[in-house]
Structure formats: structure tokens, C-alpha cells
């Protein structure tokens, strides 16, 4: 079996995150041309209704990830990083395409929402394990006392998504009339994103397996994986609240803010698409500059501070917004949501690669995951729609935004009284949860 070699760190980390930006790509473009989709395949007579039927649809794809966490996780722990990187991307492509080319409900009828949803769960199964898969790989290859560095990198080609898909739709927002956009113009971003796939494939087909996995003499079968997690489950259901807070903070300044600019702040495409740019440049800053600060003082440091932080000022910084809403207001108050975001996420993926059990790294830090990126952050979207349509309060995301700082604070409370874990000091190991398989 194949080891990774130390000679060339950055083109590994680029190969295995590859799969990320496609996912993340895709996810942003469906928020930000949400209205567009809603109109081409859900046209029930109510832009209310019908938005509201896209962010199901969007939502829906995330209660796949815990299926994809538990079966393609644990096949991933049997097989190796590698191959399970490569099934994942598959998958993936495959809801992308699918969405970019299903002709419109004018076209097709009840088939073109039916198929759209198809395309939606086909990537959330993928998805499930997509970053847990990223996420150890990079864990298990870092090098000693750097681990919050590397792992941090898994975000933040998430960022690098974010940031290319708002070029593309400012350039298209540029050449395009808005009726063109409209019609057939949003489609385009999705046909980049199949374009690109080809070139995802082949980098990440040269991968090799990590020298951890490679040394580890026994590998889970699915029964196993159960059992392990069954015993574990505390670390799960706390790992999915620690998450909580990164998946409600990313998908409102990520993929919520380009409708948000537009449909409550009155803001034009161009402005939202500036802001957004900015966000995903914030995010791709703070990320490892933040793991890599994990990497000296700690996880929990950094995860207390920052929770509590968006617990307390998630609302107001809304609030003050809504109340001047302007595009310079607004890319400082995502600017301060970002930093939030990234400080607490670059410390907090790497920390809970090192409180699951070794031997079910990848299943139970992607059903922890993908727990809480279907309960609580892939309905973001939905949950601040319906918000401001219930409470006729146009900063009330941010009720939503400070329940995730709870969630975050909570677990980061309860994982670092029951288990003391720490960065791995150099040439060692971080230190075990309680409970192992």
C-alpha cells in the first residue's frame, strides 16, 4: 500500500480538498440564484412560497448526510481515504450535473422539481462524509504541531469556492440582461462547475493513502463501525452541537447573505455579490491563521471566545444593520460575522478530529457533522426566511445565528470537562477521549 510522501504537502492538500470546492461551489450558487430556481421549478403563484420551496429542496439534501456519514464513512474506514475520497466525488458529480441540465417545470412539469430534488440528495448523501473524509485525511498527514493548520485547509477551499462563484456571477450580472439571467443566465455557473469536474477526477484519482491508515493493522467492518459509535455516542451528539455553531455561522454569511442583501436589505445583485466575495476572502484569512493559533494556545480557548462572542452579538450587529441598511454597513457587519466564523472554525474542525475514536474517525466525525449540518445549518436559509415572514423582524437571523453560539459554547463546555483535549505537542499525539474503539 501507498504512503504519503512528505516531499510536496501543498499539492496533496490541494488534491484532497478538490472535492470541497465542487460541493461548496454548488451549494452557493443554489443559494444565491434561489429566486431564479424557485421561479423556473416552483412556480406556485407566491415568491414567498416558492422561495420557500427552494430552501426545502435545499435543506432536503442535507438530511442525506447523516446516511452518507454512517455508510459511506464507515466504508471509507475500511477501504482507506483515498478510494472513499474518489466514490464521494463521484456522487457529487453526479447531483451537479443533474441539476445544471433538468429543464424547467414550463418544460417538463412535476418531473423538473422531482429531478431537481433528486440531484439535491444525491449530493447531501455525498456530502455526508465529503468533509469528514477531507477532514481526517488531512489530520492524519499533517505534521507534528501543525495539525489545526492543515486541517484548517479543509474549510477554507470552501472559501475559494465561495470566492469564484461570486466572480462568475458578477461578471455574468455584468454581461446579462436581468430577464437574460432570469431565463437561462443562471444556469451557466452550473455548467462551469460540470466543466471543472473532469480536472477534479484526475487530481484527486493521484492521491495516496495516508501512512496512518497504512500502519493501523485491523479495519472496521460496517457492524463494527455501529458498535463503536453506539458506545461513543456522547461524542457524537456533543460533536454535533460544536458543530452546530460553524454550519448555522457559514451558511448565514455564505450562502443566506446574497438573499438577504437583496430581498430584505433592498441591496443589488452586484452589491451582495461584493460583499459575499469579501466574506469568502475573510473566511480564507481567518481559517488557518486561526488553526494555526490553536495549534499554540489551544482548542479551547479559542472555541469558548468565539461562541460566546456570536451568542452575544449575533443580534445587535443584525439589528444595527437593518436599521442602516447600506452595502458598507453591511460588508462590516459579515466582516465581524466572518471573523467569528473562521476563529472558531479553524480550531474547531481539528478539535473534533481528536476526540473521535481513532478506528471510526471518519464515520463519527461526519455523522457528528452532518448531524448538525441537517438539524441546524442546512436550514439556515429556510429557518431566517420564515424568521422574518413570522415575526416581521428583519433582523431575527440573528436569533437564530446566537442559538448556534449556544450550541457551540454548550459543547465546547461539556467535551472539555469530560475529556481534556489539547494540540498535538510535537513528535506526539493528541490526547485520546475517554472512550476508545
Known amino acids: 500500500m501507498n504512503v504519503t510522501p512528505s516531499r510536496s504537502k501543498i499539492a496533496t492538500v490541494l488534491r484532497v480538498t478538490s472535492g470541497n470546492f ?70 457529487m458529480a453526479t447531483g451537479t450535473i443533474l441539476i445544471a441540465f433538468v429543464p424547467s417545470y414550463a418544460t417538463i412539469g412535476l418531473l423538473a422539481p422531482l429531478l ?28 507534528p504541531g501543525n495539525k489545526g493548520f492543515y486541517v484548517s485547509w479543509q474549510s477554507g477551499s470552501q472559501q475559494v469556492a465561495i470566492m469564484v462563484a461570486a466572480v462568475i456571477g458578477f461578471t455574468l450580472n455584468s454581461v446579462f440582461l436581468p430577464a437574460q439571467m432570469a431565463d437561462w443566465g443562471w444556469r451557466v455557473p452550473f455548467f462551469i462547475g460540470c466543466a471543472i469536474v473532469p ?10 493513502e495516508t501512512r496512518e491508515f497504512a500502519q493501523q493493522t485491523h479495519h472496521p467492518s460496517l457492524s463494527e463501525v455501529f458498535s463503536t459509535l453506539g458506545r461513543n455516542w456522547e461524542i457524537v451528539v456533543l460533536g454535533m452541537l460544536l458543530v452546530g455553531m460553524t454550519t448555522v455561522a457559514f451558511y448565514t454569511i455564505t450562502v443566506y447573505t446574497p438573499t438577504f442583501g437583496k430581498s430584505v436589505l433592498k441591496l443589488s445583485d452586484t452589491d451582495s455579490l461584493l460583499v459575499t466575495f469579501c466574506v469568502g476572502l475573510s473566511n480564507f484569512f481567518w481559517l488557518p491563521v486561526m488553526g ?41 457587519v459579515l466582516l465581524w460575522l466572518s471573523f467569528l466564523y473562521g476563529s472558531y472554525n479553524g480550531a474547531m474542525v481539528v478539535a473534533l478530529t481528536e476526540v473521535v475514536p481513532r478506528t471510526v474517525r471518519t464515520a463519527g466525525f ?10 441546524l445549518g442546512g436550514f439556515t436559509p429556510l429557518v431566517s426566511t420564515w424568521l422574518i415572514e413570522a415575526t416581521g423582524n428583519r433582523a431575527a437571523p440573528g436569533f437564530w445565528l446566537a442559538f ?9 463546555l461539556l467535551i472539555y470537562r ?20
Open 292 to 332: 494555526a493559533v490553536s495549534d499554540r494556545v489551544g482548542r479551547k480557548p479559542l472555541l469558548l471566545a468565539f461562541s460566546a462572542l456570536t451568542l452575544v452579538t449575533a443580534y445587535p450587529v443584525l439589528a444595527w444593520l437593518t436599521s442602516r441598511p447600506s452595502f458598507g454597513n453591511m460588508l462590516m
Open 366 to 375: 461526519s455523522l457528528a457533522y452532518s448531524l448538525a449540518t441537517a438539524l
Open 116 to 143: 431537481v430534488l433528486s440531484g439535491r440528495l444525491l449530493q447531501g448523501f455525498s456530502a455526508g462524509v465529503e468533509l469528514g473524509g477531507v477532514s481526517v485525511y488531512l489530520a492524519e498527514m499533517a505534521t
Open 22 to 91: 465542487l460541493e461548496m461551489f454548488d451549494f452557493f450558487l443554489f443559494g444565491f440564484y434561489a429566486t431564479h430556481i424557485s421561479r423556473a421549478f416552483f412556480p406556485v403563484g407566491s415568491d414567498f412560497a416558492a422561495l420557500m420551496l427552494t430552501f426545502m429542496t435545499f435543506g432536503a439534501g442535507f438530511l442525506m448526510r447523516p446516511l452518507g456519514a454512517i455508510f459511506l464513512g464507515a466504508y471509507v474506514d475500511r477501504i482507506g481515504r483515498r478510494k472513499g475520497l474518489i466514490v464521494t466525488l463521484t456522487i
Open 418 to 437: 469530560e475529556r481534556a483535549v489539547r494540540p498535538a505537542p510535537a513528535g506526539g499525539s493528541p490526547a485520546s477521549p475517554r472512550r476508545q474503539a
Open 199 to 208: 480536472f477534479l477526477f484526475y487530481i484527486r484519482r493521484s492521491l495516496e
Open 404 to 412: 448556534g453560539g449556544a450550541c457551540g459554547l454548550l459543547a465546547t
